[in-house]
């Protein structure tokens, strides 16, 4: 009877942990919703983590939550366009200044400068 005790209270204690983890996952979660977020896209991070801002510094019902998701939806897009458009134009930039330096260059130094911007682009491609 006494093992049966024994027992009994190592499954209770066991289960009470197992209770206390699940409720403190949940509460985290909802708590730190930036860390539900962290494999996002910029923009959606961005967008996770406005919403909760306001959410928690406003005191946003969920009707106003759900009324203003599709305005950060809209300006998530908005800003993912803005960086790719702005990507673009730097790219730009840099290879017209890399063909300026280049026209500056000896011969030897076109070679290295060339190798150069090689290894970047491969550097590039890993990350």
């Known amino acids: 009877m006494k093992a049966f005790r024994y027992w009994k209270i190592v499954l209770s204690l066991g289960a ?8 403190g996952s949940v509460l985290t979660l909802r708590l ?11 923009e959606e991070k961005w967008q996770a983590l406005t919403l909760a801002d ?6 946003l019902t969920p009707e106003q939550v759900e009324r203003l998701r599709p305005v950060f939806g809209v ?12 990507a673009e134009r730097v790219a730009g930039l840099v290879k017209e200044m890399n063909q300026q330096v280049m ?5 030897e130094q076109q070679v290295k400068l060339r190798e150069l911007l090689q ?6 491609a890993q990350r």
Not at 32 to 42: F, L, S
Not at 119 to 124: D, L
């Open 103 to 107: 026209s500056e260059l000896t011969a």
């Open 119 to 124: 290894e970047r682009e491969r550097a590039k």
């Open 54 to 59: 306001y959410r928690a510094r406003l005191n």
């Open 16 to 23: 009470l942990f197992l209770l206390g983890g699940a409720a």
């Open 32 to 42: 730190r919703p930036e860390a539900t977020v962290a494999a996002r896209a910029p």
């Open 75 to 86: 300006t998530g897009q908005k800003l993912r366009t803005l960086r790719s458009y702005t």
